[in-house]
């Protein structure tokens, strides 16, 4: 097997599942731009009602820590088709994704700062680095590195978790916590400036915190499974072995799911604060899981009818995955900020969650109408611009 796969310049199928992490990740992130109270295990005064904790258990349950997983995924198995794609041109790789690299955290430090800051594109770029080191170890060991990433990551936050039994949670936590809340809802219903200094406060007192500890080992972790299946070439037809989907999807689904409900249940106001890390232990370790079973059922329904549809619709949102994440954010951003609108902790979770139905579904149509007239989405024609350090070809040939 060579170091690089031989692949086409673009697998319908990879794109459509890129298309479909982009969803999942819309509505997590929409709970993050609507409400200080999402994910926080803490009462909220306006929306604690039966349908409020129930729709908060389910996007817990069903979406949270599982698409950026395999987004994460998907962005190591590019990783080898930009290898191969190199390869045929005849460039030098490296270089070539050192400066994508430099594109990615340019980009995520700026969209963090003025629109969202869980920003994931940063962390990219950081162990996109890392990534690049590891380009040239065997399949095998890459998934075994990957797997003793998730296990020991989840293994030490288990640790703390049963130690907290041994420290209670402060009897002020939940005041503390929901002064911070007033305090987040005054600055995103305020000003662009308010806002923006909202987001950096939040970036240095918590959020690196969680990149650090929490996203960062499990990104890339998955990078090395993507990287891992991308030298195998396992999604250039990957029905060639269905049962293999199937056994896939029958391993993850009940353990992912009920670490996941256990997550889910763990994050709800009765739940009491002492459960949130023995909730976010069991969620870390099983989370892969059921990343890994949504990916293969996914494939196993683009075989059918309806899957034919879906992927359709999907893969052109895929393709220019990066332009509609950034265009989700900046659309949440004038719906709940001091950039427009300042519905900040005044929608329902069910109603962002309909917000961001609505958001995706307006995102299907653009793409494929952009795509019909243009070879790239507006962000990666200037990424790749970066990346080849050339102005590729803008317009499809006969677009009107």
Same mark, same amino acid.
């Not at 982009?22 to 992130?29: P, S």
């Not at 049962?243 to 009491?272: E, M």
């Given at each position: ?15 459509? &599942? ?20 999402? %994910? ?7 929306? /604690? %009602?039966?349908?409020? #904790?129930?729709?908060?258990? !389910? ?12 987004? /994460?995924?998907?962005?190591?198995? /590019? ?23 430099? %594109? !990615? ?12 800051? @869980? ?8 162990? @996109? ?36 039994? #041994? ?40 959020? *690196? ?8 080992? +499990?990104?890339?972790?998955?990078? &090395? ?14 029905? =060639? ?48 899981? &059921? ?6 059922? +996914?494939?196993?329904?683009? =075989? ?8 359709? *619709?999907?893969?052109?949102? %895929? ?50 109408? *952009? ?9 990666? *024609? ?13 317009? =499809?040939?006969?677009?009107?």
């Amino acid at each position: 097997m060579s170091n690089t796969p031989v692949a086409p310049h673009r697998l319908a199928q990879v794109d459509a &599942l890129r298309g479909f992490a982009l969803f999942g990740i819309l509505v997590v992130n929409i709970g993050v731009f609507s409400s200080p109270f999402y %994910g926080a295990g803490a009462a909220d005064p306006n929306f /604690s %009602g039966p349908v409020d #904790l129930t729709a908060r258990w !389910l996007i817990a349950w069903l979406f949270e820590t599982k698409f950026y997983l395999l987004f /994460s995924f998907l962005f190591g198995y /590019s990783f080898t088709l930009q290898m191969a794609a190199a390869e045929r041109s005849q460039a030098a790789f490296t270089p070539r994704f050192l400066r994508r690299l430099a %594109g !990615l955290a340019i980009l995520g430090m700026a969209h963090a700062v003025l629109f969202y800051q @869980g920003d994931i594109l940063v962390t990219y770029a950081l162990l @996109g680095s890392a990534l690049l080191l590891c380009r040239r170890i065997e399949p095998k060991r890459a998934l075994r590195i990957a797997l003793w990433i998730i296990v020991l990551t989840a293994m030490i936050w288990a640790i703390l978790a049963a130690l907290s039994f #041994l420290d209670p949670v402060q009897a002020d936590y939940m005041a503390q916590y929901k002064a911070e809340a007033l305090s987040a809802i005054k600055a995103y219903r305020g000003t662009i400036a308010t806002t923006i200094a909202q987001h950096i406060k939040e970036l240095t007192e918590t959020i *690196w915190f969680m990149v650090l500890f929490v996203q960062g080992p +499990f990104v890339f972790a998955m990078f &090395l499974v993507g990287y891992a299946l991308g030298r195998r070439n396992a999604l250039a037809d990957p029905w =060639r072995q269905p049962r293999v989907l199937w056994l896939l999807c029958a391993l993850g689904l009940l353990p992912g799911l009920a670490g996941s409900a256990l997550y889910a249940t763990s994050s709800l106001p009765f739940a009491g604060a002492s459960w949130e890390l023995p909730g976010l232990a069991a969620d870390l370790l099983t989370a892969p899981l &059921l990343s890994m079973s949504y990916a293969a059922a +996914f494939l196993l329904l683009l =075989r059918t009818r309806l899957g034919v549809c879906v992927g359709f *619709w999907l893969a052109p949102a %895929g393709r220019m995955a990066l332009t509609n994440y950034l265009m989700q954010s900046v659309i949440c951003a004038l719906l709940f900020t001091g950039w427009g609108l300042r519905l900040f902790a005044s929608v329902s979770p069910l109603a962002a969650f309909g917000m961001a139905l609505a958001i995706f579904a307006g995102q299907l149509p653009l793409s494929a109408w *952009w795509l019909r007239r243009y070879a790239y989405g507006p962000v990666e *024609w200037i990424l790749r611009a970066l990346t080849i350090g050339a102005w590729p070809a803008w317009r =499809r040939n006969g677009a009107g």
